[in-house]
């Protein structure tokens, strides 16, 4: 297996090859013959499909995005597109060629997920399609849209994920799935009440997490947590259950959305054309294997998983199933969806297969290897399992590009029926003494780590399947560095014989990722007086639970921004095993204290942030500190100019505005009743303002200003400048301009958070 890097292939753009584009590297020539000769081995398609499909990979990609966000904010975003910007591109020519507008991607609920066929060529020379073009540009930066592929939209979907499960994400950087676990858990956000579920988004790669803080910070929800791990690692936390009882927690639902060869994205990763080999599935396999284990063990009985890949490859998928279905010894069950997403063109999973060695000989069997360095370096768990039909391995789904004009992907949906671990049986309402239990989680450890077999050599996995607005260099993950102690005569069932495990070189018990230390989140007491404070000030109702606020504790930013968490974070929070947790980010950002901590006189001493606007609005009991603007100059005046001054509204916005205090506010809009366009729903809009002596400030950043204006005014962030004579301030993000203008002291250091 090779130790190439995909970070390695730029040294290939040198030179004067003659397939150069001119830009300084070459052309990918978009043909692998080793590629193409492995899968027609593999039987993965018919023959007479097989060309179909390999004439596909060869071909670009559609621009595919999903509207995200609130509810309430992903169909109005909708309804823009659907009504206003898509009746304005029917048959667009460009060089003599007609153009589709971009379609709802038929399979995807609500009309939440889109197609764009049109090239990126086409894109710039149509007016219609580079208005589009911009208006998703802007709504990507704000966070609404989130670029990702089609297939990638899969998983998430056949969860049913339902607004009271704990949801685990095992491998969720850099989020898009998770954003739509976290969209899931929200469903009934109308009905204004924090869902009582937990969704826990891991990653194993440190600043891969912090990527999931970016990816769900649109959606605010105080019930999300990322955390960096293993997958297989995540720790057994200990946390009160609804009755009071401290039980290992488990989840309803989880997700294991594996490290993979990443074949299935050809048509976007281009180079993986120069640098396929199989040799990489091979190394990942036992990786895969474990996570999906920890998976099985964290899944309540009752609950549902999901495993998933970005690959073609039957060893980092039909393999890994049978061989977690065999260590699980009937706790879970491979489930038929076959009815669910009836519109989504799918294959079934493969029952047989066959593992490629070096010399490029296709084996069926770990028997067919003679060669005893050969046989150890194959992880046995590779090759097809004797009872494949009992599995159901054909309830898998395999999604090929040619199928729908596609990246390709891999799922399989499963139940756990049965009992696997201490923890099962506890629920189950079996009497375990603590000593036991104990000991039950060690074992379901160790087996974990003694999964067996495979390459330990440095796997590169082309972690692009992700379209996000954030590009991302290729991962490179040393499975070497991600393997347990092998202990495979150990494992239960284990395929491998005793005697090659026994000449097996002891390696290192396998570490967990290293803490990075982050500023602990600290449950604050409910009767904290800065609480008390905040109740009154904005009138919060008083039955809104006060013991669930958090503090970042920080030296540096001691008390500073006050956090908000649900019931469900709480109660993690709460564990008495929080020190194993890796918590990289919680709870929603409501406030950020204004001025000095000692300056304890002041009138306003905490200033709203956006962040936390939609869930405060909701429980406020008056409106003490709101504003309703119906002027639709006054809504331009406060979105286009920079901090202006009380005096340029209208009268009557002038004599509220003159009736309130200095400090924090809601400003409240209701834009369909102002315009009467361009959306066809009632449009209420809240904003978060500092009312300073003589002036005020809308407290968002430019991004989500520009996103207003091209909705409400119907012009972009460009457009606003020419066309208004004013400048959209674009230095100021959310930091910048919270300063109140009327208090500006040292400026980063009043909105210093620990985040
Ligand atoms: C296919 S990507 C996940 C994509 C993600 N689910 C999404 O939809 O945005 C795989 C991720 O697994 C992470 N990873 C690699 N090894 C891991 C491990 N042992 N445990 C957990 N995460 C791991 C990588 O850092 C990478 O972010």
Redesign the pocket.
């Known amino acids: 297996m090779g130790r190439k890097s995909f970070r390695g292939r730029k040294g290939k753009s040198k030179g004067s090859d003659p397939r150069s584009n001119g830009k300084g590297y070459p052309e990918t020539v978009k043909d692998n013959a080793t590629f193409k000769a492995y899968y027609k081995n593999q039987n993965i398609l018919p023959d007479e499909e097989f060309d179909e499909f390999y004439s596909t990979l060869q071909t670009t990609l559609p621009t595919t995005f999903r509207i995200t966000g609130t509810r309430s904010n992903a169909i109005q975003l909708r309804e823009v597109i659907q009504n206003v910007l898509v009746p304005s591109m029917q048959s667009i020519e460009v060089d003599g060629q007609t153009y589709q507008p971009p379609m709802s991607i038929p399979w995807y609920p609500d009309n939440l997920g889109w197609q764009v066929n049109a090239p990126r060529t086409v894109l710039r020379r149509s007016q219609e399609f580079s208005k589009f073009q911009k208006f998703i540009v802007s709504e990507t930066e704000a966070g609404n849209i989130s670029r990702?592929e089609a297939v990638?939209m899969v998983p998430p979907l056949l969860m049913d994920i339902k607004p009271h499960m704990w949801v685990l994400?095992?491998?969720?950087?850099?989020?898009?799935?998770?954003a739509q676990i976290i969209e899931a858990v929200h469903a009934n956000d109308l009905l204004n009440e924090i869902p009582t579920g937990l969704v826990v988004a891991?990653?194993?790669?440190y600043k891969?997490s912090h990527m999931l803080v970016h990816?769900s910070k649109r959606l605010q929800s105080p019930c999300f947590m990322a955390t960096n791990?293993?997958?297989?690692?995540i720790p057994t936390m200990h946390v009160r259950d609804e009755n009071g009882k401290t039980v290992a927690w488990q989840f309803d639902r989880v997700?294991c959305?594996?490290?993979?060869s990443?074949d299935g994205t050809l048509r976007k990763n281009e180079m993986i054309w120069n640098d396929w080999t199989q040799g990489q599935a091979l190394g990942l396999h036992r990786?895969q294997v474990?996570?999906f284990l920890r998976g099985a063990q964290l899944t309540k009985v009752g609950g549902r998983i999901v495993y998933s890949?970005?690959s073609f490859n039957p060893i980092e998928n039909e393999a890994v199933v049978a061989e977690v279905l065999r260590l699980t010894n009937g706790a879970l069950e491979l489930k038929d969806v076959s009815h669910e997403l009836p519109e989504l063109k799918r294959k079934p999973g493969l029952t047989t297969w066959k593992v490629m060695n070096k010399d490029g000989e296709y084996l069926t069997s770990f028997d067919d290897i003679k060669e005893k360095r050969q046989r150890f370096r194959f992880p046995a768990s590779a090759f097809p399992p004797e009872n494949a039909e009992s599995m159901h391995l054909e309830r898998c789904l395999r999604i090929y590009p040619h199928q729908q004009n596609t990246g390709g992907f891999f799922v399989a949906v499963f139940d756990k029926v049965k009992p696997l671990t201490a923890a099962d049986r506890v629920h189950e309402g079996n009497q375990i003494d603590a000593h036991e239990i104990q000991q039950s989680e060690t074992k379901e450890e160790e087996l974990v780590e003694a999964v067996g077999g495979g390459d330990d050599e440095e796997v590169t996995?082309p972690?692009a399947?992700?379209q996000?607005t954030t590009s991302l260099p290729a991962?490179t993950?040393t499975a070497a560095e991600?393997t347990a102690e092998t202990k495979m005569d150990e494992t239960p069932g284990s395929k491998r014989p005793a005697e090659e495990s026994n000449n097996q070189a002891k390696k290192k018990q396998k570490q967990d990722v290293p803490k990075i230390q982050e500023a602990p989140f600290q449950l604050m007491a409910p009767d904290n007086p800065d609480v008390q404070k905040l109740t009154d000030y904005f009138g919060i109702d008083p039955k809104f639970p006060r013991d669930q606020y958090i503090l970042r504790c920080e030296e540096s930013a001691k008390n500073r921004t006050i956090y908000y968490c649900s019931k469900s974070v709480k109660a993690v929070l709460e564990s008495k095993d929080l020190e194993r947790l890796h918590i990289v980010n919680t709870g929603v950002r409501l406030f950020v204290r204004q001025g000095s901590l000692e300056d304890s006189n002041e009138i306003a001493p905490f200033r709203l942030t956006a962040d936390g606007l939609p869930l405060l609005e909701r429980v406020l009991v008056d409106d003490r500190r709101k504003i309703a603007i119906s002027d639709e100059e006054d809504l331009k005046t406060l979105l286009m100019k920079v901090m202006p001054i009380i005096d340029t509204f209208s009268k009557e916005t002038q004599e509220k505005l003159k009736n309130l205090d200095v400090g924090s506010c809601i400003f409240e809009f209701d834009v369909a009743k102002a315009f009467n366009k361009p959306l066809n729903k009632s449009l209420s809009l809240s904003l978060p303002i500092w009312k300073g002596r003589s002036s005020v400030n809308v407290l968002i950043n430019k991004h989500d200003k520009r996103s207003l204006c091209q909705r409400i005014f119907g012009v972009t962030g460009s457009d606003n400048d020419n066309t208004n004579n004013t400048k959209v301030n674009t230095n100021n993000d959310v930091d910048d301009q919270s300063k109140p203008q009327d208090q500006q002291t040292s400026a980063s250091k009043e909105t210093t958070t620990a985040e």
């Open positions: 990702q990638s994400d095992m491998c969720a950087a850099p989020g898009s799935k998770t891991n990653d194993a790669d891969r990816q791990h293993f997958g297989q690692q997700l959305d594996v490290p993979c990443g990786t474990q996570i890949t970005c996995t972690q399947e992700e996000t991962t993950i991600e």
